[in-house]
């Protein structure tokens, strides 16, 4: 017997909608990323994108543990001389809550070609709306 090896013809990536309600970022984003790369199906293969669509609706309404409102902070820099910037966790999710998950997921992800076109099958909405109807998402539930 020889080992399935998946392809580009052979996968069937599914849409799926993970609501945030409540939600510890962290481990929000580890079950994430492990959806879009596909390592929750048997038929998982490193080489190929075998993961599925996933749609994450009210982002506003995640958590963090501990004091992180207050003492996580986000940095970005422009690369010119005085071009840092530092935002703290409450004006991310003030300014772009969206910006909370997709960058813990993105930290998550594999870095390379692969890794950056599985991230583009993430999808973050701000409220219980989005415009992902006509795919038929499924109720994804997170093991908790």
């Not at 998950?101 to 992800?109: D, G, N």
């Amino acid at each position: 017997m020889s080992t399935f090896i998946a392809n580009a013809s052979t996968v069937q990536p599914k849409w799926l909608v993970i609501d945030a309600t409540d939600l510890v970022v962290g481990r929000l984003a580890a079950s994430i990323a492990t959806v879009l790369r596909g390592k929750h199906k048997p038929d998982y293969t490193p080489h190929t994108d075998t993961g599925d669509f996933v749609v994450v609706v009210n982002v506003e309404k995640v958590q963090f543990t501990g004091k992180k409102w207050d003492q996580k902070e986000y940095q970005d820099y422009s690369h010119y001389a005085g071009g840092q910037k530092i935002t703290s966790a409450k004006e991310m999710l003030a300014r772009k809550p969206e910006e909370i998950i997709r960058r813990a997921v993105k930290r998550m992800m594999p870095r390379g070609p692969l890794g950056f076109k599985q991230l583009t099958k993430l999808k973050l909405y701000v409220g219980n709306q989005h415009p992902h109807q006509a795919q038929q998402p499924q109720e994804f539930k997170l093991k908790s």
